[in-house]
């Protein structure tokens, strides 16, 4: 079987920066990534380039920033009032805000964003709301583990089972 549209693919790869070679993740022997393909979300241009392969077989190929995780935008960098991260004394504890913690936050929407705080200044945080890959072109490199037929269930919930699958 090769991969396509509704099989549930298992690979192992290594991720690193096209540009400098430095490894950014890796799977581990016993901890493989498994997907639905062509359903989990899962970087499109990397399902473009191993469709078709089977088991066994090997890929290495790399995708340009901009059709990863795009490139920086300045926009997604804001200034936040220091109120903001207050604890429940009205202090902020820095141990936890600091400059280079990533923090969850929620946007006006209530949508979950990750955030790197910047800077800290008396009155405000600067943070970059910019996903960490952003602008960092990707190096894939790795083997295909197994390809089978996605079961009806796995379908209709939209991902994967089994042993390194989703679990309920
Ligand atoms: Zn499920």
Do not use: C, W
Not at 53 to 82: C, M, R, W
Not at 148 to 165: K, L, N, P, Y
Request: without cysteine.
């Amino acid at each position: 079987m090769t991969v396509d549209t509704n099989t549930v693919v298992s690979l192992h790869y290594k991720l690193t920066n096209h540009k400098t070679g430095e490894q950014i993740e890796e799977t581990s022997e016993n901890q493989p990534m498994e997907f639905l393909y062509g359903i989990e979300r899962i970087i499109p241009l990397f399902e473009e380039n191993i469709h078709g392969l089977k088991a066994g077989d090997t890929f290495e190929f790399s995708i340009p920033s901009a059709q990863a995780y795009g490139d920086k935008n300045d926009d997604h960098v804001a200034l936040i009032p220091i109120s903001v991260f207050f604890d429940e004394t009205g202090k902020v504890d820095e141990t936890q805000i600091k400059v280079g913690a990533v923090l969850p936050m929620t946007d006006n929407e209530g949508n979950h964003l990750r955030g790197t705080i910047l800077d800290i200044k008396d009155d405000t945080v600067t943070m970059d709301f910019n996903h960490p890959l952003a602008g960092t072109d990707l190096f894939f490199k790795g083997t295909i583990l197994a390809v089978r037929a996605a079961t009806q269930e796995e379908i209709s919930h939209g991902h994967s089972h089994g042993e390194h699958g989703h679990h309920h």
